[in-house]
Structures are given as C-alpha cells and as structure tokens.
C-alpha cells in the first residue's frame, strides 16, 4: 500500500429537512387542526482514529465526502427522518487543518479518538409548531437550515517512540531491518527511503517499542531542500531521537551538525528532544578511528548525550543501542505522561 501522509479534501455536512404545512382533513371531523411535522436534520461530519491505519491512501482518489440531507417533514405529525452521519476514518496521529494549512482544527492522536468537524444542519419547522391559540390555522413552514462545508487538510504525523534520523546512506534502512520485522528497501545510492517506515523492536516479551525510519536530511532541509520539511513532522510525536552517523564519512561531526542545524530549523521542538548518537558502519572502519570519531562526536554532542558505535549489517552494539532506547523512552514518558506508548 502506497503512503500518503497529506492530502486536500472537500467536506459538507448534510442540509435540514423543510417543514410540513399539512392540515388534518378526516371525515367528520370538521375542524382538523394544523398537523404538519418537521424536518430531519441534516447528517455530520465526523472523524474518527483508527488504530488499523497508516496512511492516508483512501483520500487520494475521493476528494469530496458529503453527509446525507435530513428528511423533509409530512402531514400526520411525521418528522422526517434525520440524514446519516459521514464517518471519516483516519489513522492515529492525523492532524485536520483548515484551508490555510495552519489553523488545527482536530488532533486525534487515541484510538477511537472521535470529533464533529461540521454539524448538520437542523431541520425546518411544520406548520403544527406554530399553532397556538390566537392562530389555530398557521400556514407557516420552514425550510431547513442548510450544511455547513469547507476544505481541510489531513495531515498524517505518525506516532513512533524513536524517530531515526540522519544523512542518506547512513544505514537508517538496514538498521530497521536488522532490528525489527519491517523490510525497508536497502540500496548503495542516497535516498533510498522516499517515505517513513515503522518496525516494533522488541527488547523483551514485555518491553517494544515503535521504531521510525525516516526519509534522509540534507542541508536545508528545513528550508525546503531534498525532501523539504514534509516527513520533519513525523519526528514531533516521537519521543527520543536516535541520530545515526556514517561512520565511514571523513567528517562525522560536520555530518551530526548538519541534521542538527535542520531539526533546530524546523522547530517545534524538535531540537530538545532526547538524542542518541549512533555511530553506525563500525565494521568497516578500524578500531583505532572509530574511537577517535567517537571522541569527536563526544565533545560536538549536548551534554548527558551517549554515543554508541554499532554496526547495522553485523549487529555489534545493537544490544546496548536497544538498551539505551528504552531507558530514554521509560524516562521520557515519565517526564511527559501523555506520550503514546507503543502499541
């Protein structure tokens, strides 16, 4: 299934039944009496989050979604019937914004999550409601209020307890791979990765996370360069960051300062989220110079900051990598009870 993480869509929720003007005419009965029932209202417009989701896929070919108009009312008293709520369903971590791209109507970041985007619109008056004793024969009915409609934006930002993050050609790919279920496609050209990929590392029977491989950075990314600013959202909800760093690259400390330099431009917090530093392709360099650019990194790195070398194709410090994830998402929840656990 193909990721889509935003998209335009037009939304109209469902105009009023009109109002009866209807009088009663029975045989013998002379004077019947105004009977004319009301309008339905008219049908909601409604999202809901669902866990069974990831992606926004269902909105690309349908664009405009509207809500059934309510019945009209008739004679005898009979209201009509109100018009179908349209559920919209979309996956945890959605964001509807309005036309502008700016203004958050809705954030549905729980399963099951669910809110009225536009209310129907209600129903008109019959004649019967008018009734009263100094006009006993209204001929009065409304007709019914009609829907409200608008664009919105849906924006998918998912909902990960690690982002991973770093230059192209990293190892962010074969780092997933190796440490979940997920098959991310693992090339020897930069960019491999055009849209985010999810894997569940397990450390335990009891202890997993979420792991979120992203698109790779370049320089001025936030500025819109490379793939721009559009999977830097996805790294909002995460709760700790793993920077991955080419250990084969002659600069690693320019190549860590880069993503970083990216993340603070970007904002929205994403430059004081907790890090660790993986340096990563130890296998392929000597020993010797691993320890001297992981002395580098050290000294370029905010402090409390861990750098870990590891290899992604060997597997060598994976385990103490996944160890150090978890006890900085265990304290990151801490500090902040409303992130989303995995799962």
């Known amino acids: 299934m193909k990721f889509l993480d935003q998209c335009k869509i037009y939304l109209k929720s469902g105009d009023g039944g009109a109002g009866s003007m209807s009088f009663r005419r029975e045989k013998f009965i002379e004077f019947g009496g105004p009977d004319g029932g009301d309008g339905g209202k ?62 958050v109507l809705a954030d549905l970041v729980r399963p099951g999550q669910r809110i009225v985007l536009l209310r129907g619109g209600d129903g008109g008056f019959g004649n019967a409601h008018y009734k009263s004793a100094t006009n006993q024969a209204p001929r009065r009915a409304d007709p019914g209020w009609p829907g409200r ?48 990929q999810l894997g569940v590392v397990r450390l335990d029977e ?27 959202g996805h790294v909002e909800r995460c709760a700790v960051v793993l920077h991955l760093i080419d250990g084969t690259a002659e600069d690693v400390v320019g190549a860590y300062r880069t993503i ?18 993986g340096l990563n392709k130890i296998d392929a360099i000597d020993p010797l110079a691993v320890e001297a650019k992981r002395r580098a990194l050290r000294c370029a790195v905010r402090p409390g900051t861990q ?37």
């Open 42 to 103: 008219g049908g909601d417009i409604v999202a809901v989050a669902a866990d069974n989701l990831n992606t926004l896929i269902d909105y690309r070919y349908r664009q405009h979604f509207r809500a059934q108009q309510g019945r009209g009312g008739a004679g005898a008293g009979r209201t009509g019937a109100a018009g179908r709520d349209l559920v919209l369903r979309v996956p945890v971590g959605t964001q509807i914004l309005a036309d502008d791209k700016e203004t």
């Open 149 to 196: 409609e608008m664009w919105v934006w849906l924006r998918l930002k998912l909902i990960a307890d690690v982002g991973l993050v770093g230059l192209p050609n990293a190892g962010k790919s074969t780092l997933l791979a190796r440490l979940s279920h997920a098959r991310p496609k693992i090339a020897d050209y930069p960019f491999t990765t055009l849209n985010p």
């Open 206 to 232: 009891e202890t997993e996370f979420v792991l979120a491989d992203l698109p790779g950075l370049i320089e001025g990314a936030s500025d819109g360069a490379g793939l721009g600013t559009r999977f830097l």
């Open 260 to 277: 970083r330099d990216e993340l603070a431009g970007y904002g929205h917090g994403l430059g004081d989220k907790p890090e660790i530093v």
């Open 307 to 343: 750098v870990l070398p590891l290899s992604g194709v060997s597997g060598a410090g994976i385990d103490k990598v996944i160890g150090a994830l978890a006890a900085a998402i265990a304290a990151a929840r801490a500090r902040d009870p409303e992130l989303t656990p995995a799962g």
